[in-house]
């Protein structure tokens, strides 16, 4: 390894075993799957908030890698790929001690499951708190790999329009808070309205996630939203891939 992989070199291994669960992010034009995201649980489905507390400073780098090389296994077990469908892993940036050099067992677990790396997204949450500059480093360097790029959570996060003044990724998703009874409050229909308008400006795929209702989801179909995600279009599974409702289409 190389040695300015410190942290994955010197951090202890975490322990506990991990399994994942698949959550699909929906092209509303066509009702089929863009992507599935996959979500941490335990070895028996248990939820992700059971794993997350275990995971310490120490372990953080080991955790990170296990979660990447089981969402690619799991993905290929699924035969995720022959869908046409993307696969979405969120990592830690903090766990990320050099991009090139930590990216190693995502590649060799792409290559011996025969997973196409230009089908994987790489998702990072604006809740985390973050150094903005290692941040920077991270998704440019993804980007330069060919992987694509993803910020989760936005709208609720530390950094905001102004990490998106820095860097364009790939896809932007709209926070859950932003969505949540759009269908009843007028300042959120304008928030996202001019939201995806600016996304769209500058070249951004738009993604609205944690929609719950079938009157949340119409409002954002009439705002022109194309790609979802929430339990009203269809609930993660464990270590299958769900389907999808029929009011996707």
Partial sequence: MSVTCKGCRDGAAFETRLSMAFQPIVDLATGKPYAYE????????????????QVTTETRYAFDQQCRVSAIEWASRLQLAATGAKLSINFLSNAVYEPRACIRATLAAAMQHRFPTNAIIFEFTEQEVIDTNHLLNILRA??????????????????????????????????????????????????????LRMLEDIGILAVCEGIETAAELRVLRDLGVRYAQGYVLARPAFEALPGIVAQAA
């Fill in 142 to 195: 993804y980007k330069a790999m060919g992987f694509l790029t993803a910020i989760d959570d936005f709208g609720a996060g530390h950094s905001g329009l102004g990490l998106l003044a820095q860097f364009q990724p790939d896809i932007v998703k709209l926070d859950m808070a932003l969505i949540r009874d759009i269908d009843s409050d007028p300042v959120r229909r304008s928030i996202v309205g001019h939201t």
């Fill in 38 to 53: 996959a979500l941490v649980r335990g070895p028996g489905g248990e939820g992700a908030d059971s794993v997350l507390s």
